[in-house]
């Protein structure tokens, strides 16, 4: 079994209120890994993910590139990705 990939979230607005840092590495292989490392980490974002989907009021960037919902969504080792309110402003 290969190693999970190291990759750094990085939070804005309410979600980095919430977790209380501005940024986390964890290990994750795919999204929904990404997301429940998230959770049990920083428990003021419990309910971030919908089976292993980000929940519809937040976004997830890639790499500040492109969003990403798919939970089984690989995840390259040292991506970074952002997370935001869906209802975040400009």
């Known amino acids: 079994m290969d190693e999970a990939a190291c990759v750094t979230v990085e939070f804005f607005g309410v979600p980095r209120w919430r977790a209380g840092t501005a940024e986390l590495s964890v290990a994750a292989r795919t999204v929904a890994d990404l997301l429940a490392a ?8 419990a309910g971030l993910s919908r089976d292993g989907a980000p929940a519809p009021h937040y976004l997830l960037s890639l790499d500040g590139k492109r969003f990403v919902t798919e939970p089984t969504e690989r995840l390259s080792p040292g991506a970074r990705l952002l997370l935001l309110s869906a209802d975040a402003g400009g």
């Open 38 to 45: 998230v959770e049990a980490a920083c428990p003021g974002l």
